[in-house]
């Protein structure tokens, strides 16, 4: 038996939602249904997605990996199906588009790019705002979608969000620090370290989950708002970070390294992805942004 297209938009949703009754609510199906496709999609892969416990579903290493699988199928079935809609290049109209500080310097940029030259005749307005008041503009129909950290996505029930990226926490460390020598890396020695953290908007609600995964309180050495600031502590040796793979690159602005180590123990994952108001009509433009923007990662991905 093989999977199917509609099991992997119930493995998806959950993944988005976190509970089977979430992931029901928002495909408008019955929770028996959700929980029978992703049984019988866990039996075809012979993996298991998902721990179950009481508060909801927690996804397992293998669900993160066969997630990256899913959604790159699920886009290549709707880019296939778009690619017959109009020819490229014909779309018009005005998108708004919202973005976090974050993704404006990591995803934003290119994807803007790419899609200016693609629908050369729409009118693009993008805005970057903190994630709650991009929620407030998306429910008010101020703005078509925005790209954002959608693991703090506040009012979930008017608002539906498609995962692009999911972004593990690694240790980012000097070059000639001692712990870049070790195979593993637990959380209590991470704790021993001056820690540089990184405080953006985006970023504040997954900063208070790493640190309740110590344990224990670390010593937190510098608080920033910028990311290359923080390259450039790590790298002179003024601490160590906890940071989402996605922002990570390999030197400072000094041109100083910077190396990047895994760590053992159970730290948050960063979900980026695209939201936009539930129940309203996408136009064209914001369907080709939607569009190249799972593309996109997908492309990303597979040079990984």
């Known amino acids: 038996m093989s999977f199917t297209l509609k099991q992997l938009h119930y493995f998806v949703a959950v993944a988005e939602k976190g509970s089977v009754i979430g992931a029901a609510r928002s495909l408008s199906i019955s929770q028996s249904s959700v929980t029978e496709g992703l049984k019988a999609l866990e039996a075809d892969l012979g993996v298991t997605l998902f721990e179950r416990h009481a508060r909801g579903l927690a996804i397992t290493y293998s669900g993160h990996q066969f997630l990256r699988h899913a959604t790159k199928i699920l886009s290549d079935v709707s880019g296939a199906r ?124 997954e900063a208070v989950k790493l640190l309740s995964a110590f344990g224990r309180r670390p010593h937190i050495a510098f608080r920033t708002r910028s990311v290359e600031a923080v390259r450039s502590l790590v790298a002179t040796g003024a601490g160590v970070a906890l940071l989402p793979d996605l922002v990570y690159r390999p030197w400072s602005l000094d041109g100083d390294r910077i190396e990047s180590r895994d760590v053992s123990g159970s730290l948050p994952i960063v979900q980026v992805g695209m939201v936009w108001r539930r129940g309203l009509p996408l136009s064209a433009a914001a369907h080709d942004f939607i569009s190249l923007a799972r593309m996109g990662q997908n492309d990303r991905h597979l040079r990984i």
């Open 82 to 205: 778009r690619a017959f809609d109009q020819p490229p290049g014909t779309t018009r109209g005005q998108l708004n588009i919202g973005v976090t500080s974050l993704m404006s310097g990591y995803v934003m940029s290119d994807l803007l790019s790419r899609y200016r030259r693609m629908n050369p005749a729409v009118e693009v307005s993008a805005l970057e705002e903190p994630g709650d008041h991009l929620e407030h503009l998306l429910v008010g129909g101020e703005l078509d979608v925005a790209v954002m950290v959608t693991s703090n996505l506040r009012d979930r029930m008017a608002l539906q969000s498609e995962i692009l990226d999911i972004s593990p926490f690694r240790l980012w460390l000097p070059l000639e620090h001692k712990l870049t020598s070790r195979d593993s890396i637990g959380l209590d020695e991470v704790a021993q370290e001056p820690l540089i953290m990184l405080n953006v908007d985006e970023m504040e609600e």
